[in-house]
């Protein structure tokens, strides 16, 4: 019950950022802008509750000023209602071309189940020096993210 209010909380809060974003003003973002300390909330989860993929991540990004993030937190996993704490390591760059407006995109991994490294990916939109966010929904999952200074 917990996790759901979690949930229904990241995907309230990233509507209103959203909304607050499509009327605030708009920004020319730097890759500078965004370095430095985020605290994230990452949630993909499945159209179907057969699906065992669906994941909620907590974590406090570090961006880099080299293009490098490390994050750690953790990764909740509701098919087995294990909490588990996770660290990350990898890419992150500015993206403003495959969208129209910039957003953040990171790329790393981290371990898991005995040391099986798995691919970690985040995108959210830019809103402001403060916030980012993404909601989107494709043919298997849900995902939204929100991160806040």
Do not use: K
Not at 44 to 54: A, E, I, K, T, V
Request: glycine share 8%; aromatic share 10%; with cysteine.
């Amino acid at each position: 019950m917990i996790r759901c209010f979690s949930f229904a909380t990241l995907v309230a809060s990233v509507c209103l950022s959203v909304l607050l974003g499509w009327t605030g003003n708009a920004m020319a973002q730097t890759d500078a802008s965004v370095v430095g300390q985020w605290q994230c909330e990452y949630s993909r989860m499945p159209h179907s509750n057969q699906d065992p993929s669906g994941r909620f991540i907590r974590i406090a990004v570090d961006l880099g000023p080299s293009g490098t993030f490390m994050a750690q937190g953790s990764n909740y996993s509701p098919w087995t209602g294990e909490d588990t704490p996770i660290r990350i390591n990898g890419q992150w760059a500015v993206d403003t071309q495959s969208r129209g407006v910039p957003y953040v995109v990171l790329n790393g991994q981290y371990p898991y189940y005995q040391g099986v490294m798995v691919p970690f990916f985040m995108i959210a939109r830019i809103i402001d020096a403060r916030n980012m966010v993404l909601q989107e929904r494709d043919q298997t999952h849900e995902t939204a993210v929100a991160c806040r200074r």
